[in-house]
């Protein structure tokens, strides 16, 4: 009866260190739709976003295998968080923008995607890289309802 019991002990301990957690693991930084919409809109008045011909930023696309891969490799594995930095485009640079504002440009501006690890050391892909695979929107913009700035409820 003790091996058995000792036994179905080892499972359990087995089962809940290699079993996901059956909580929400999102709710740390989730936020609602209507609050993200509220945030969207907000942003959208401050660059006057009622003129048709504009060209400031209101999206950054990342592609989600790229990071997948990123994220589930050798280098990945290390990674705790994400930091999202402000940057300019190289275009931007070598065709005489570098140091120069371009306010929120969809031409000038873009995002810098580096991972660190728990320590908050960088954690860089092969051959010292970090990701800059953007595509900015407008210019490149999804179809589908992601077209839409605001999000949609499903």
Same mark, same amino acid.
């Given at each position: 009866? $003790? $091996?058995?019991?000792?036994?179905?002990?080892?499972?359990?301990?087995?089962?809940?260190?290699?079993?996901?957690?059956?909580?929400?693991?999102?709710?740390?930084?989730?936020?609602?739709?209507?609050?993200?919409?509220?945030?969207?809109?907000? /942003?959208?008045?401050?660059?006057?976003?009622?003129?048709?011909?504009?060209?400031?930023?209101?999206?950054?696309?990342?592609?989600?295998?790229?990071?997948?891969?990123?994220?589930?490799?050798?280098?990945? $594995?290390?990674?705790?968080?994400?930091?999202?930095?402000?940057?300019?485009?190289?275009? /931007?640079?070598?065709?005489?923008?570098?140091?120069?504002?371009?306010?929120?440009?969809?031409?000038?501006?873009?995002?810098?995607?580096?991972?660190?690890?728990?320590?908050?050391? /960088?954690?860089?892909?092969?051959?010292? $890289?970090?990701?800059?695979?953007?595509?900015?929107?407008?210019?490149?913009?999804?179809?589908?309802?992601?077209?839409?700035?605001?999000?949609?409820?499903?």
């Amino acid at each position: 009866m $003790k $091996k058995i019991l000792l036994l179905l002990t080892a499972i359990v301990i087995v089962f809940a260190a290699c079993h996901k957690p059956l909580h929400n693991t999102y709710d740390k930084t989730a936020i609602p739709v209507d609050s993200a919409n509220k945030m969207i809109r907000s /942003y959208l008045l401050s660059i006057n976003d009622t003129v048709t011909t504009d060209t400031s930023l209101h999206a950054l696309i990342l592609d989600a295998d790229e990071l997948r891969d990123f994220l589930n490799s050798e280098e990945g $594995k290390k990674v705790e968080d994400l930091k999202l930095v402000f940057a300019h485009k190289l275009d /931007y640079i070598n065709n005489g923008g570098k140091g120069v504002n371009c306010g929120y440009s969809n031409k000038g501006l873009t995002l810098v995607v580096a991972g660190y690890d728990h320590e908050g050391n /960088y954690q860089l892909l092969p051959n010292n $890289k970090v990701m800059d695979n953007l595509q900015p929107c407008p210019m490149q913009c999804p179809t589908g309802d992601a077209s839409d700035d605001l999000i949609r409820r499903q």
